[in-house]
């Protein structure tokens, strides 16, 4: 793989080199399908003009994955998202895959721009956003770039924009699967890092929970980082070596966590993807991401003639279960019926508000009330980016 991409990248290099040269400019013509974001057919691409009337152009659509497309997680998500997408009329997509957060991804979107067209682009990984985005945005301000994540705030380019889907709702009730599920009322989390967004995800799932079983405890290990697949084996072995019989997880690639589960003959609940294909005895459901609800809406505006330049298109997109920006995996086969009817009544309550996850009064692991009774957050509250706690019933440590 590192053998490609030092082939790759020189190849882009010395093209970009040979269109700006006077001599390369009587063949230039070739490249007219793939032009830089200076001419004006990309011009009108990123307003919206590849779906004018007058013209037969596709509306192209560039998506940059850190991990392998087929990983059962974080990047698998995306590209199905990608892959609903391109089967919309007019639109055509390109991508590339085990791109690292360096700056080749800087190369891998200049080239989607000057050689492919892209007018809309997809780098879907955290750290490509700083400096490797911003940098390229600013080279092709007619060019836009959506980003998976929460980093756009004022005084960031204005064409650059975020996306992000939360996933609490989700957790909320494969947590409470989890607890109906389970035998020892032991549950187990193999997590990544202590930062916010994973915190957030612990908590939901121990809330769901506990809804259901106010006794279940949960312990988490955390790894330390995204992908290490010989630490997600060694904790999700520890874990079920201590009792427990279910195990959730946040890393970007879920396989290691559910397959080790799955050989040790107890529960796994899913996260990113469907990964019922891994575990066809043990998988009970999981929080998956409906990228492709936020594509396709992005595609709509686009072809409307908004873009996030014109403000047409907000710069910051976010949403749960409600906006259907996530869903539940299916149903594994050691889900009772009476558990699906509840978790479904649950799912049903958190879309139509009349019920939240984060709903008072709610202490930490060490006694403390957090959220204090009579005052509840929706999942898209601000404040709930301050979560640096772990909740009641959860065995683990921040820090």
């Known amino acids: 793989m590192s053998t490609k991409r030092s082939l790759y990248i020189p190849r882009r290099q010395v093209i970009r080199g040979l269109m700006a040269t006077a001599a390369f400019g009587a063949t230039s013509k070739l490249w007219t399908g793939c032009s830089s974001s200076s001419t004006p057919e990309a011009q009108s691409s990123a307003g919206g003009g590849a779906a004018s009337p007058v013209s037969d152009k596709p509306l192209v659509l560039g998506f940059i994955y850190v991990g392998a497309k087929d990983d059962y997680g974080w990047n698998q998500a995306q590209a199905v998202g990608a892959a609903e997408v391109a089967k919309l009329p007019g639109v055509k997509i390109v991508e590339q895959a085990s791109v690292p957060e360096t700056k080749e991804v ?11 067209g892209a007018t809309l682009l997809f780098p879907t990984s955290f750290g490509y956003f700083d400096p490797h985005v911003l940098a390229v945005a600013k080279d092709y301000p007619e060019v836009q770039f959506f980003h998976a994540g929460t980093l756009w705030t004022e005084g960031k380019p204005k064409n650059v924009g975020s996306y992000y889907a939360l996933v609490d709702d989700g957790q909320y009730v494969a947590g409470q699967v989890a607890a109906a599920t389970s035998k020892t009322g032991k549950l187990g989390f193999v997590a990544a890092k202590p930062i916010n967004p994973v915190l957030r995800n612990i908590n939901s799932f121990i809330l769901g929970a506990r809804s259901v079983k106010p006794t279940v405890k949960m ?8 992908s290490l697949p010989v630490k997600e084996a060694e904790a999700t072995n520890s ?60 595609v709509s505006l686009v072809k409307s003639g908004k873009t996030l330049m014109n403000e047409g298109i907000p710069h910051l997109t976010i949403g749960g279960l409600k906006e259907n920006y996530i869903k539940l995996a299916p149903y594994g086969a050691a889900v009772s019926d009476a558990t699906k009817k509840d978790a479904e009544a649950t799912k049903e309550k958190l879309i139509a508000g009349t019920t939240e996850v984060y709903k008072g009064a709610i202490a930490d692991n060490a006694g403390k009330v957090q959220i204090p009774a009579g005052k509840e957050y929706k999942v898209t509250d601000a404040d709930l980016n301050k979560i640096d706690w772990l909740a009641e019933g959860v065995i683990g440590k921040t820090s």
């Open 239 to 298: 874990l079920a070596d201590q009792g427990c019989d279910v195990i959730a997880m946040h890393v970007d690639s879920p396989k290691v966590v559910i397959e080790t589960a799955e050989k040790r003959g107890i529960f796994s609940s899913g996260f990113h993807a469907d990964q019922s294909s891994l575990a066809p005895k043990g998988y009970l459901t999981g929080t998956a991401y409906a990228w492709d609800t936020i594509f396709k809406n992005y």
């Open 219 to 226: 312990q988490v290990i955390f790894t330390g980082d995204w």
């Open 106 to 116: 800087q190369e891998v979107m200049r080239n989607m721009i000057d050689q492919d």
